[in-house]
């Protein structure tokens, strides 16, 4: 008959233990995150610049309008 094998050889009897890969790199900053998504998000970062302008725009002509307006 024939005999199993024995788990008392050396290679055997240690467990492989998973070795985890070190990441040393730090996470991506704020700022690359925010231009990644605008790549990959161009229609939209185009629109909420534009929507941005507009706003900004119409401020600075309503702040001129009211001054004219008050002080003549």
């Known amino acids: 008959m024939t005999q199993p094998p024995s788990p008392t050889t050396s290679e055997?009897?240690?467990p492989?233990?998973?070795?985890a890969p070190t990441n040393n790199a730090p996470p991506p900053s704020y700022v690359k995150l925010a231009m990644r998504n605008m790549v990959r998000k161009r229609a939209t970062s185009l629109f909420h610049f534009a929507l941005t302008a507009a706003g900004l725009l119409g401020i600075l002509v309503g702040l001129a309008f009211l001054d004219r307006y008050f002080n003549s």
């Open 12 to 14: 055997e009897s240690a």
């Open 16 to 19: 492989e233990t998973p070795i």
